[in-house]
């Protein structure tokens, strides 16, 4: 289910688009960050979002979405909030898996728009013996828990720990 929307963009478009754009022009008119979860592969949806005022979607899902096209097509408009595989790396890697895709994103995302964290909730299976420890390898490698959303928002996410970051954009 997760390799294509649920429902035919053409549908969400005329069904839940003009919904959306109210309820986000409220919040952008409030001053407040527009930020949006949808599990799966809703690329094809992403241009409506960022045209909606959408600044960061949660979660950028490796086993669902090409998390390089994401970057190099939307990442000027939009911060991804994600993109370890909570349903493949983090749960069957080794932890040097994890620690290889936690330096990966960082490297891709170098430049801004992106928040580190697991795509989704840990399963309650999860082998923790290989899981990434990655508060550890945060301070080891002094990375700083914030982010700077894709336009305007500072967020600080995580003050006190947690799995949250980046870099401000140019």
């Known amino acids: 289910m ?26 952008k008119a409030a001053g407040l960050a527009v930020m949006i979860h949808s599990c799966g592969q809703i690329t094809e949806l992403l241009p409506d979002l960022i045209e909606l005022g959408v600044e960061v979607v949660h979660p950028l899902q490796p086993e669902a979405m090409n998390v390089e096209y994401c970057r190099k097509e939307f990442g000027r408009d939009l911060t991804f909030w994600g993109g370890l595989g909570s349903q493949s790396t983090i749960p069957h890697g080794t932890a040097d898996d994890n620690r290889r895709e936690a330096r990966q994103r960082l490297q891709q ?53 947690g799995t949250a970051i980046l870099r401000q954009r140019e």
């Open 2 to 27: 997760q390799c294509s929307l649920m429902l035919r963009a053409d549908m969400w478009r005329r069904l839940y688009k003009p919904y959306y754009r109210r309820i986000y022009a409220e919040a």
């Open 109 to 161: 995302f170098a430049a801004g728009g992106y928040i580190l964290a697991p795509s989704g909730a840990a399963r309650p299976k999860r082998p923790w013996k290989t899981s990434p420890p990655l508060s550890k390898w945060r301070r080891r490698n002094s990375v700083s828990f914030a982010s700077v959303s894709a336009r305007r928002h500072q967020v600080n996410l995580f003050p006190r720990g």
